[in-house]
Antibody
Framework: QVQLQESGPGLVKPSETLSLTCAVS?????????WGWIRQPPGKGLEWIGS???????YYNPSLKSRVTISVDTSKNQFSLKLSSVTAADTAVYYC????????????WGQGTLVTVSS | EIVLTQSPGTLSLSPGERATLSCRAS???????LAWYQQKPGQAPRLLIY???SRATGIPDRFSGSGSGTDFTLTISRLEPEDFAVYYC?????FGQGTKLEIK
């Protein structure tokens, strides 16, 4: 069974960089599929942030592209998100997920982690 | 950028009834990239339908998806108590705003 688990600080100061890691178990990232990040502000809808393939190829949501970096570490079977220059508008539950294709749906999701941006 | 508009915003029905949820795209989208999710409070979204009409693994056959071009539909044939949740459609990197299915 594929499982994903997000980890990282739950509180980040404005203007700093948000960093999260998603550990994958039950499936080797090197075997294929795309791996992505999605966020959901409290009480609001979902937003794809970006995706990465095991080779390192990435695709980012144009609205966040200038601030986002997604990377993969196949040796640790995990991938990571960095979002720079955060503001209160970046406060959200952040999910990681496996995507069937680069722009396809997410079939396995982590349980999500709340990141609050506040001084 | 594609905009997905879901309707209605809230749907009030009783268990055993049929639910029909709509997702309209601002421009034509490939059916291959149209998906539906169910989300319950405090939980991650659960993939129900992908490729507009294919059920994901383990999804009951009371859930079905249809449509093409700009108009897509998620149908739940007979509502069970556990089906009351928020439903999102998704295409590429865009999600709809969601439809809340509540018990009448």
């Amino acid at each position: 069974q594929v499982q994903l688990q997000e980890s990282g600080p739950g509180l980040v100061k404005p203007s700093e960089t948000l960093s999260l890691t998603c550990a994958v178990s039950g499936y080797s990232i090197s075997s294929g599929y795309y791996w992505g990040w999605i966020r959901q502000p409290p009480g609001k809808g979902l937003e794809w942030i970006g995706s990465i393939y095991h080779s390192g190829s990435t695709y980012y949501n144009p609205s966040l592209k200038s601030r986002v970096t997604i990377s993969v570490d196949t040796s640790k079977n995990q991938f990571s998100l960095k979002l720079s220059s955060v503001t209160a508008a970046d406060t959200a539950v952040y999910y990681c997920a496996r995507r069937l294709t680069v722009a396809g749906p997410g079939d396995y999701w982590g349980q999500g982690t709340l990141v609050t941006v506040s001084s | 950028e594609i905009v997905l508009t879901q309707s209605p915003g809230t749907l009030s029905l009783s268990p055993g009834e049929r639910a029909t949820l709509s997702c309209r795209a601002s421009q034509s989208v490939s059916s291959s990239y149209l998906a539906w999710y169910q989300q319950k409070p405090g939980q991650a979204p659960r993939l129900l339908i992908y490729g507009a009409s294919s059920r994901a693994t383990g999804i009951p056959d009371r859930f079905s998806g249809s449509g093409s071009g700009t108009d897509f539909t998620l149908t739940i044939s007979r509502l069970e108590p556990e089906d009351f949740a928020v439903y999102y459609c998704q295409s590429l990197y865009t999600f709809g705003q969601g439809t809340k299915l509540e018990i009448k």
